[in-house]
């Protein structure tokens, strides 16, 4: 199946009550299109960073009760999962779309990761364009605008991400009502355009995976 971009439909999915209808009506509306992303962008991922990428659409298998408010696809060098590594993701909640690059709290390498984030705070600030977010909780729908993250706030974000549960992503956020109206090559043209943006940071944070 190629992506034929997002509708209302993918959105509600996280309104259906209930773990396991939910998931019938996210398996059956939503999932072919993260799967679709998947091959479309670990193959740019991979061309874009001259290494093979992964993809790995979220199959939320450990819940037994709350079912999920989001659900995306991840992108990494492990093909076996993503949850330690670097990654990039595409995924939706309810609200919004979202596209980007970070580290969660399973990751190894989060402290040094954080450590390149101050040292290279100048050119991290520049990289990342205003109108992205930072995501400080990737199970928080909520984020901070770029705009409003200077060196100190970048600075504290780094020592949040060193934390015990510290994560930090950052990305693109793409409201649902604007989403709708994108067409397929639209959102991927934007999605590629944000992860091309966001490469060097990916770089960064794979120079310490290999310094283990």
Known sequence: ??????????????????????????????????????????AYLSDLLGRPMFAHVAKHARRTVNPPDDSWVAFCEDKRGYKKHPHFQIGLWRTHV??????????????????????HADE?????????????????????????????????????????QGELLVGLKVDREQAVQMTAGDFEQAVQQCFANLAPLFRLAAAEVQAL
């Open 1 to 42: 199946m190629r992506f034929s971009g997002f509708s209302d439909e993918d959105f509600e999915v996280f309104a259906v009550p209930g773990l396991e209808p939910r998931m019938a009506v996210l398996k059956s509306q939503l999932r072919p299109k993260l799967e679709a992303l998947g091959a479309d962008f670990s």
């Open 98 to 119: 979202f596209a980007t690059f970070g580290l969660i709290y399973e990751s190894p390498v989060r402290a040094q990761y954080a450590e390149q984030l101050v040292r």
């Open 124 to 164: 991290v600030l520049r990289i990342v364009p205003p109108d992205y977010v930072w995501i400080p909780n990737h199970m928080d729908p909520n984020a901070l605008s770029a705009a409003g993250v200077d060196e100190a706030r970048l600075r504290e974000l780094a020592d949040r991400l060193k934390g015990r």
